[in-house]
């Protein structure tokens, strides 16, 4: 039976996360320490802090990602020491670069500071257009694929003269009949409406600082794609399943642009599953902060599989060598 790891991206994250890692395990002590050395600031002192202003700091999406990355990758690091090898991997959105990682296609300093520049660029896009054209995120609940794209489809105008665009898009897949999307803000609210009226049971508006994962990401674009350009990207052990494609990836030139291309396009997070339980995945072992991708797994694939997680010292201690 295969072993596929799972990755976690933003809305994971908690005041608190990693300092029983750091405390217990010397392999996660060496990686954390490692991350703030890195980043040159004191990354492990805003995630170990339960203070609400550190909480707070911590839901900054250019601390956000950083923070994720590196709670991963220290979990990461302790399964390493005890010689598992994951058959494939995959994350959710931010996700992608800690499976990159783990999966020896990026080195751990490469990736944390690429992500810390990805936090820092879609941040600024979601703080520049602000005024001119608000960008939000909303998870509908209870409705089926093809009824949700249509609805985006019948609400979207691309602009043209005098008219304003108007653009909203899936952008996370994340499991049957729960699908997140993004846009302009208007066009999220309407879209919301239209889905409540076809049938959804709810659409939940999302504490978001930007329309991730759709066109309003543009601005984001050139500057991620610049620093992609001079990332050390080498062929994976194992296949990484990209968000893009939701297919097993090995070659680095197509890993490089489909982590260009996540940025605006949807995160096709169901597909993956179903396509690594295809190719033989029977354990999934979520790696990292939060339960959500465990969640989704059983949603998606029911008790067809086995399901872990691997994110704290006592998740740790337990789980299989």
């Known amino acids: 039976m295969a072993t596929a790891y799972l990755f976690p991206g933003q809305g994971s994250q908690e005041a608190g996360m990693g300092r029983a890692l750091y405390e217990q395990f010397d392999e996660a002590r060496a990686r954390l320490d490692r991350a703030d050395e890195v980043l040159g600031f004191p990354l492990t002192e805003i995630m170990f802090d339960e203070s609400p202003e550190a909480e707070e700091a911590l839901k900054q999406t250019e601390v956000t990602q950083p923070a994720l990355y590196a709670h991963s990758l220290a979990a990461m690091a302790v399964l390493e020491s005890r010689s598992p090898q994951p058959d494939m991997t995959a994350g959710h959105s931010l996700g992608e670069y800690s499976a990159l990682a783990a999966a020896g296609a990026l080195s751990f300093d490469d990736g944390l500071r690429v992500v ?11 703080e520049d257009g602000s005024d001119e054209r608000p960008g939000t995120m909303a998870a509908i609940i209870g409705m089926g694929t093809e009824a949700l794209e249509a609805v985006c489809q019948d609400v979207t105008r691309e602009g043209g003269g005098d008219a304003a665009p108007h653009v909203v898009q899936p952008a996370n897949y994340n499991a049957p009949g729960q699908i997140v999307i993004s846009g302009d803000a208007e066009a999220v609210e309407a879209a919301s409406t239209l889905c409540e009226e076809h049938g959804a049971r709810r659409a ?8 991730f994962h759709s066109p309003l990401m543009r601005g984001a674009r050139d500057g991620l794609a610049e620093e992609l350009a001079d990332l050390d990207i ?5 296949p990484v399943y990209l968000n893009v494609t939701a297919e097993a990836a090995t ?12 940025l605006l396009s949807p995160v096709r997070w169901a597909p993956s599953l179903k396509a690594m ?3 033989g995945a029977g354990r999934f072992v979520e790696v990292g902060a939060g ?8 949603r998606t694939l029911g008790r067809k599989v086995e399901i872990e997680q691997a994110g704290t010292a006592e998740d740790l201690e337990t789980t299989e060598q």
């Open 116 to 126: 810390r520049r990805r936090g820092e660029l879609m941040a600024a896009t979601g």
């Open 204 to 211: 939940i508006p999302l504490p978001v600082s930007g329309a």
């Open 234 to 238: 080498q062929e994976p052990r194992c």
């Open 251 to 262: 070659e680095p030139a197509a890993i490089r642009a489909a982590l260009l291309e996540q």
């Open 277 to 279: 339980h295809g190719a």
């Open 291 to 298: 339960r959500v991708l465990s969640g989704l797994a059983r």
